[in-house]
């Protein structure tokens, strides 16, 4: 559920296309990397009963869609999402796992028509609401989509993951920190509704709040390989869109990391780590 978009998936308003950079890899590893986090937030979630017709919205390569199948082995997914790669890559992952006939995959960009998705019981949308042009509107929307009783899942990322320690004598100090503050002026510009108070915009749109929780992530030092795998990825992304807000020597240490053939390859570390916030909301229809 990273969200590490240098451009954000929806830039209509620059009239750039509408994915110009597929996330499959990044998301993926995401997925695999913090799917325990993932599936203790769907075991939180108050559903009064199984659902049976789930929708996650901004569904990604599935991270949400493959956790929501099998808590609720009776359920279907309408898995909705305006990148076309994303939607190929998770309906490969649903035949591979031969759960494609409880995935049906809907490419819409959410911003425009409300697209058909049945009364779904519970709709999942993880770090996909602050994309939308216009949060209010689509959370109306998904109230009104909701069958009476349902139940809609917010998740949002509290702060873009870190991997590095923060006192690696390897390491320029506070590099780390570096990059997220130059990535924070970058969403800041480009993803206005990044951090927004999701409790209160919910509230406005009709629903009851019956929950909101905090995960904090920390898998401590690891030698994990998707670890590895998934702080290059996560860096090669923020090292393209923020290359600007660095200077010079920090650049130079950045490029260190990231050179997977060099001495200080971040792949071959074994003092990374993950740690991070999600932030969860619980709304009901009522
Ligand atoms: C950070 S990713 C999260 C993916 C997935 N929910 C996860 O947790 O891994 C945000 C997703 O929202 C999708 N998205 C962004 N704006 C959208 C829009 N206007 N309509 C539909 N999908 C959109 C993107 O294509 C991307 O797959």
Not at 29 to 48: F, K, M, N, Y
Not at 173 to 186: I, K, M, V
């Amino acid at each position: 559920m990273t969200d590490t978009s240098p451009h954000p998936a929806h830039e209509h308003a620059h009239g750039a296309p509408q994915d110009p950079d597929d996330q499959s890899e990044i998301l993926d590893l995401d997925a695999e990397v913090l799917g325990e986090q993932t599936a203790s937030i769907i075991d939180w979630l108050p559903v009064r009963s199984d659902p049976r017709r789930i929708v996650d919205l901004g569904c990604g390569t599935g991270a949400g869609t493959f956790a929501l199948l099998r808590r609720f082995p009776d359920a279907e997914v309408t898995a909705v999402d305006s990148s076309a790669g994303h939607l190929h890559r998770l309906r490969h992952k649903a035949e591979e796992a031969g759960l494609a006939d409880r995935v049906r995959t809907v490419r819409t960009d959410l911003d425009g028509t409300w697209p058909e998705l049945g009364a779904p019981e519970l709709v999942w949308a993880s770090a996909s609401m602050h994309h939308m042009a216009d949060p209010d509107r689509t959370l109306r929307q998904v109230h009104g989509a909701l069958a009476p009783g349902g139940l809609f899942a917010v998740v949002e990322l509290a702060g873009f993951p870190r991997f590095l320690p923060p006192d690696a004598p390897a390491d320029r100090p506070g590099l780390e920190d570096r990059c997220h503050a130059a990535l924070d002026r970058h969403h800041a510009e480009h993803l206005p509704h990044r951090g927004a108070d999701w409790g209160s915009k919910l509230a406005a749109a009709g629903f009851t709040v019956e929950g909101e929780r905090t995960i904090t992530v920390d898998l401590g030092p690891t030698r994990s390989e998707a670890v590895g795998r998934y702080a290059l990825s996560s860096l090669t992304r923020i090292r393209g869109g923020v290359a600007e807000g660095l200077d010079a020597e920090d650049l130079t240490a950045l490029d260190r990391l990231l050179d997977t053939e060099g001495p200080h390859s971040i792949l071959r570390r074994d003092d990374l780590t993950v740690r991070t916030e999600r932030e969860v909301w619980a709304a009901r229809r009522d």
